[in-house]
């Protein structure tokens, strides 16, 4: 992309600002900003550089800190998906059930997870061997560790899930705004 996705303007503000919302919009209890600084919900990168599951690890390492690694979901929401609305979340969030995750069939992002300590176990192990990237160091292994159920998205339409990569991406969604 050649900047941080973060801070692109979409519909009055930053991207990062439109996740937030989302997520206080579907009353989310505990919000955590992974390897943001200067918000009050940051949690540090423990590891450089490992993208979501590295910073899916940090949020967990957090969560066992603060006494909170008791198995409650996890929504795990990336930045770069702005036209993601509180409908789609708290689908996910009603398919979670006694399921380990779960999310869209043929999407990654957004997930939802549980905050475990076998996760955690787990992400802690595969780190340790390695920190590149794919493989069994990406979300899709995370997704399968967990046994991850796969949500229909039914009437759900594809533009909701459409992420920004590249500048021309990010063309095409003020484009269509």
Do not use: W
């Amino acid at each position: 992309m050649g900047e941080d996705k973060a801070y692109l303007e979409f519909d009055g503000q930053s991207l990062l600002q439109a996740g937030l919302n989302l997520l206080k919009d579907i009353d989310s209890e505990l919000i955590l900003l992974s390897g943001r600084s200067g918000y009050p919900e940051s949690v540090p990168d423990i590891l450089e550089q490992c993208g979501p599951p590295g910073g899916l690890y940090a949020c967990l390492q957090y969560l066992l800190k603060i006494d909170k690694l008791d198995d409650s979901p996890l929504l795990i929401l990336p930045v770069d998906m702005p036209r993601l609305k509180p409908e789609i979340l708290e689908t996910l969030l009603a398919n979670i059930s006694e399921q380990q995750g779960c999310h869209f069939a043929g999407e990654i992002f957004p997930c939802v997870l549980r905050a475990s300590e076998k996760l955690r176990a787990y992400l802690e192990q595969i780190f340790d061997e390695s920190h590149e990237l794919g493989g069994k160091r990406s979300m899709r292994a995370v997704l399968d560790f967990c046994k991850s159920k796969q949500v229909l998205k039914d009437s759900l339409k594809s533009e909701f899930f459409k992420n920004i990569n590249t500048p021309e991406d990010y063309e095409k969604l003020l484009l269509a705004e």
